[in-house]
């Protein structure tokens, strides 16, 4: 790796990092594409290499969330609870099946797209209720994080940026739903990088993580993250939403577009 690849990748970690946190999104979604096309990251080393920078990434904004008291719960748990065992399903997957990495980008874009459209029109004009909206139920969270945490061991993407918009769609605050989300993604890719190097030994091909990369990645985001934590109580529950919208019709968009070319 040349001393320019470390170097944008760092910047591209912090950058992408400053962004998302605030949203609970670790920014590995977004980080995915610039691995595989500019920085030339093998397939499917990318995947473990995504969960190394989520690793090292996440603690930063996690801190300055913990030390707001916000860190912790029962949406934390549940979180967990689902994504931990969905990460290593999702690694085997993608070692022995190899599934089309084309349907997947489609299946998210359709997904995310009326999710990102929904929650920026949600924001823009708030339906009033006289009654608050049902929080979803313990059983319905753990299935969800379950299916995200096969999802990000097979792509290596952070849990937050599927259940982000998908929690807060449902009428969870942002300021609940970020740090749990990024606590989530933090276990999930600890489990999930592990998952990857063990395998490596057993298994040919191009498994483990390009470390230097996914390193220097995380360090990048680790101190985008605290910034981006640091940034959230400023910005109003609308800012925030149209953000969590605004950044899930990006990544809608990008994953249609690569699917489609």
Do not use: K
């Not at 299916?147 to 942002?174: D, E, F, N, Q, T």
């Amino acid at each position: 790796m040349s001393w320019w690849q470390g170097l944008l990748g760092f910047t591209a970690g912090l950058l992408i990092a400053v962004v998302t946190a605030p949203v609970g999104v670790s920014g590995a979604v977004f980080l995915l594409p610039v691995q595989l096309s500019v920085l030339q990251v093998p397939n499917p080393a990318v995947t473990p290499t995504n969960l190394l920078f989520n690793v090292v990434a996440t603690p930063g904004a996690l801190l300055r969330y913990r030390r707001r008291g916000h860190l912790g719960g029962p949406l934390t748990r549940l979180l967990v609870l689902g994504t931990l065992p969905g990460v290593v399903i999702g690694a085997l997957v993608r070692v022995f099946l190899l599934p089309g990495a084309q349907v997947f980008r489609l299946l998210v874009a359709c997904l995310l797209l009326p999710l990102g459209l929904w929650l920026c029109v949600r924001a823009v004009r708030p339906h009033h209720r006289h009654s608050a909206p049902d929080d979803p139920s313990p059983g319905a969270v753990t299935a969800l994080a379950l299916a995200v945490g096969v999802v990000g061991g097979m792509y290596g993407i952070g849990g937050g940026s599927l259940l982000g918009p998908i929690l807060v769609g449902r009428g969870l605050p942002v300021a609940t739903v970020a740090p749990a989300a990024l606590a989530s993604t933090f276990l999930t890719s600890i489990v999930g990088a592990l998952t990857y190097a063990v395998l490596a030994l057993t298994t040919p091909g191009d498994i483990a993580p390009d470390w230097t990369l996914g390193l220097l990645c995380g360090l990048g985001g680790l101190l985008g993250g605290y910034l981006g934590a640091h940034l959230q109580p400023r910005l109003p529950e609308t800012g925030l939403r149209l953000l969590l919208g605004t950044l899930a019709i990006a990544l809608a968009t990008l994953y249609a577009v690569q699917a489609l070319t």
